[in-house]
């Protein structure tokens, strides 16, 4: 099974995304959240450094700036985990990019707590976030295959039947229609035609 790296295509298209979404609350004060009854929590590790401090960090790309991915992973699952109707906060969202969404965050509130700008990205990524675990299917073609979510695939073909490839049935499905319209838009976009919705592909999709 072929695993699809980080690419760099697929980054610049998303943080287009995510730096949009950022934009509405750049500004941000420091909100309120689930703790005891005056709103007070205490948080472990790498949370309670400044945003001044992940930026420094960041820029560096020192040890400290692995160990606070490492927690902004951890705090994602917690959040997952105990929030209402969510399967996944940030679906398609690679750490390398949730990354770069703090750090937007974080400069704009460099003396705020890593926390908090963890609390306002979870915020902002609520409305696209994942209700229930998708229905993953593995896809392959050319001696080559991956998991992708049936959603996933379903705004794929969308995306190809709007440029005019012919995909069949939009059901998230994946068939030779669908494999055929990949390829065909793969060689259009000079990309490796391997008929799978790789990262690459994905990433050239993006309106």
Same mark, same amino acid.
């Given at each position: 099974m072929v695993v699809f790296g980080f690419s760099q295509a697929m980054g610049d298209s998303l943080m287009r995304a995510l730096a949009i979404l950022m934009t509405a609350f750049l500004l941000w004060s420091v909100p309120g959240f689930a703790a005891d009854r005056n709103g007070a929590f205490f948080s472990r590790g790498l949370g309670v450094a400044t945003c001044q401090n992940y930026l420094d960090d960041k820029t560096g790309n020192t040890e400290r700036y692995l160990y606070y991915r490492s927690w902004l992973n951890g705090y994602l699952t917690a959040y997952n985990q105990l929030t209402a109707e969510t399967y996944d906060i940030a679906p398609d969202i690679t750490i390398d990019q949730l990354a770069e969404g703090m750090a937007q965050i974080c400069a704009a509130n460099r003396d705020r707590p890593f926390w908090a700008a963890a609390i306002a990205l979870t915020r902002g990524l609520q409305p696209q976030r994942q209700l229930?675990? /998708? *229905?993953?299917? =593995?896809?392959? +073609?050319?001696? !080559?295959?991956? =998991?992708?979510? $049936? *959603?996933?695939l379903r705004r794929v073909q969308g995306a190809l039947k709007q440029r005019g490839y012919g995909v069949g049935v939009v059901d998230g499905l994946y068939g030779s229609n669908t $494999?055929? +319209?990949? *390829?065909?838009?793969? !060689?259009?976009?000079?990309? /490796?035609? =391997?008929?799978? /919705?790789d990262q690459d592909t994905m990433a050239r999709l993006q309106p």
């Open positions: 229930v675990k /998708p *229905e993953l299917q =593995t896809v392959s +073609a050319g001696g !080559r295959s991956m =998991t992708i979510a $049936r *959603e996933l $494999r055929q +319209a990949l *390829e065909a838009f793969q !060689r259009d976009q000079n990309l /490796p035609v =391997t008929g799978l /919705p």
